[in-house]
């Protein structure tokens, strides 16, 4: 059974960088038939897709358009685990934020347990 | 924002049935790619429910139905049960955005 441990600051300074880190248990982050994903939940903006990164022979990472500017979502393999990175936030960018994996079919099962993160001086 | 568009909230008796559409356009819904459910119930993560228009994982009561014609698509539960009380989303893919798009989120309350 796989799952999905988040950890990670709950309280970011506008214009500073957000840092949260998944890891993962009962697979690895070099899957080669996983994706693993970041999601957000926020009052304004509902659940929205920020990104994914996953292992085809090589490493690849894909961003959501309306933040690509502003993440890096990296796989740690020492540590069976990725991270979610966003530069410059701003407090719409508060909300909980998620990890979970994707195993082909294109939905999102498990999911890690959230971590509200709030943007504020 | 939200591309797929879900009536804010539902409610019905225990016993009865509701039914939450799920409605997009000719680049997710309607260009044929598949549509999964979630259900949130209060200060938990999102729970898969329905995957690929109608599966139910390991787990997950025949309470839950899920159907995709065209667009909309739409989750069912018969039989309502307070524990099923909390929000549900769809979730599908968007070819002209390049992104895994939800919806809105319907608010389930039993009354």
């Known amino acids: 059974q796989v799952q999905l441990q988040q950890s990670g600051p709950g309280l970011v300074k506008p214009s500073q960088t957000l840092s949260l880190t998944c890891a993962i248990s009962g697979d690895t982050v070099s899957s080669n038939s996983a994706t693993w994903n970041w999601i957000r939940l926020s009052p304004s903006r509902g659940l929205e897709w920020l990104g994914r990164t996953y292992y085809r022979s090589k490493w690849y990472s894909h961003y959501a358009v309306f933040v690509k500017s502003r993440i890096t979502i990296n796989p740690d393999t020492s540590r069976n685990q990725f991270s979610l990175e966003m530069k410059s936030v701003t407090p719409e960018d508060t909300g909980v934020y998620y990890c979970a994996g994707e195993h082909g079919g294109g939905w999102f099962d498990p999911w890690g347990q959230g971590t509200l993160v709030t943007v504020s001086a | ?65 899920g159907s995709k014609s065209a667009t909309p698509a739409s989750l069912a539960i018969t039989g309502l049960q307070a524990e099923d009380e909390g929000d549900y989303y769809c979730q599908s893919y968007d070819s002209s955005l390049s992104l895994y798009v939800f919806g809105t989120g319907t608010k389930v309350t039993v009354l």
């Open chain 2, 1 to 65: 924002q939200s591309v797929l568009t879900q009536p804010p909230s539902v409610s019905g008796a225990p016993g009865q049935r509701v039914t939450i559409s799920c409605t997009g356009s000719s680049s997710n819904i309607g260009a044929g790619y598949d549509v999964h459910w979630y259900q949130q119930l209060p200060g938990t993560a999102p729970r898969l429910l329905i995957y690929g228009n109608s599966n139910r994982p390991s787990g997950v009561p025949d309470r839950f139905s």
